[in-house]
């Protein structure tokens, strides 16, 4: 059983392959002798036990983690539970097997950390791709006019400097900008400069209007 884990860590629903990332499979073979068989891959284990079923491993440097074991009998045919635990800056998106045909797909949260391909024959090849999406906040910057509008830059940007994020130009109440950030990134908000003959506040979520002179 071959995985690769995707994220979408650069934006949005855009996926790509990940290096070290955890995973634990268990295998057992089904019938009255559960455990006769070897581990090859991701550890090699000559004896297995209940305790020795379970082997864990990560992606490696060509982005996938291969779970390699064989059965003493040619006949066997094994489930094996692939399980992960997801940071908490990650959601289940989900998991896809592939073998010929589909075995798995399915965007079910308990599934996508924790699946089981049963009844695997000797030789039997599944490949798999496990997607665990970053969890984002929006930030948004919106304008509002007192009086007649005149023009304004909105950014929005992690680092405050040109080029931005996400950027406007605002000429009536309520234009805004925004950009989707993981959690806990730090962000800058405002416009470029105050227009001229106006003077600013800006808040800041439930916060009270803070007077503002425009830039980061």
Wanted: proline share 6%; aromatic share 8%; glycine share 8%.
């Amino acid at each position: 059983v071959t995985l690769r884990k995707e994220t979408d860590a650069q934006a949005r629903d855009v996926w790509t392959s990940q290096t070290g990332w955890p995973f634990s499979g268990r295998v057992q073979l089904q019938g009255a002798t559960p455990f006769a068989y070897r581990w090859f891959e991701p550890n090699a284990v000559d004896v297995v036990d209940s305790g020795t079923a379970t082997q864990s491993g990560v992606t490696g440097t060509d982005d996938e983690l291969r779970f390699v074991w064989r059965p003493t009998s040619s006949a066997a045919l094994s489930d094996i539970t692939i399980s992960e635990t997801l940071p908490a800056s990650h959601a289940a998106h989900s998991v896809s097997c592939q073998s010929g045909t589909t075995v798995i797909d399915s965007e079910d949260p308990a599934t996508v950390t924790s699946f089981t391909l049963e009844g695997l024959k000797v030789r039997d090849s599944v490949s798999c791709v496990v997607r665990n999406r970053v969890r984002r906040s929006t930030v948004r910057v919106v304008k509002q006019w007192n009086g007649r509008p005149a023009s304004a830059t909105l950014f929005v940007d992690a680092t405050g400097a040109a080029p931005y994020d996400a950027s406007t130009t605002a000429t009536a109440n309520g234009d805004s900008a925004s950009f989707d950030y993981p959690l806990s990134t730090g962000v800058t908000v405002g416009e470029t400069a105050v227009s001229a003959g106006y003077s600013a506040t800006i808040a800041c979520g439930g916060g009270a209007p803070q007077p503002y002179d425009g830039g980061p």
